[in-house]
């Protein structure tokens, strides 16, 4: 069992930057791949970003490639979510999900995630 805390959203202006947190309890943090995910009001829940358990690979929905990066502290079951050059249409509830065990093909996709965090409201104004 995991479960996960988002923290770190807000409201910046577009160019402005934020990271996200999601700090996890239970020992096996370091066994998931972990996921951020994103939905806008009235839009489906979108892939953000994955990070393998390791670390070591990482990727990313084309929108956000070059301004956002994923990174994890297994020693402090964090994840974490870098957003530089923040723009209007990033604004979205982002959440932090963990997978535990699905090849990596398949981490784009939110029905293959086993836990949730409650979501954090990030907000980038004109």
């Known amino acids: 069992q995991v479960q996960l805390v988002e923290s770190g959203g807000g409201l910046v202006q577009a160019g402005g930057s934020l990271r996200l947190s999601c700090a996890a309890s239970?020992?096996?943090?370091?066994?998931?791949?972990m996921g951020w995910f994103r939905q806008a009001p009235g839009k489906e829940r979108e892939f953000v970003a994955v990070?393998?358990?390791?670390?070591?690979?990482?990727y990313y929905a084309d929108s956000v490639k070059g301004r956002f990066t994923i990174s994890r502290d297994n020693a402090k079951n964090t994840v974490y979510l870098q957003m530089n050059s923040l723009k209007p249409e990033d604004t979205a509830v982002y959440y932090c999900?963990?997978?535990?065990?699905?090849?990596?093909?398949?981490?784009?996709?939110?029905?293959?995630?086993?836990?949730w965090g409650q979501g954090t409201q990030v907000a980038v104004s004109s």
């Open positions: 999900a963990a997978n535990g065990g699905v090849r990596p093909s398949l981490w784009y996709s939110s029905n293959n995630y086993d836990y």
């Open positions: 990070i393998s358990w390791s670390g070591v690979n990482t």
């Open positions: 239970g020992r096996t943090f370091s066994t998931y791949a």
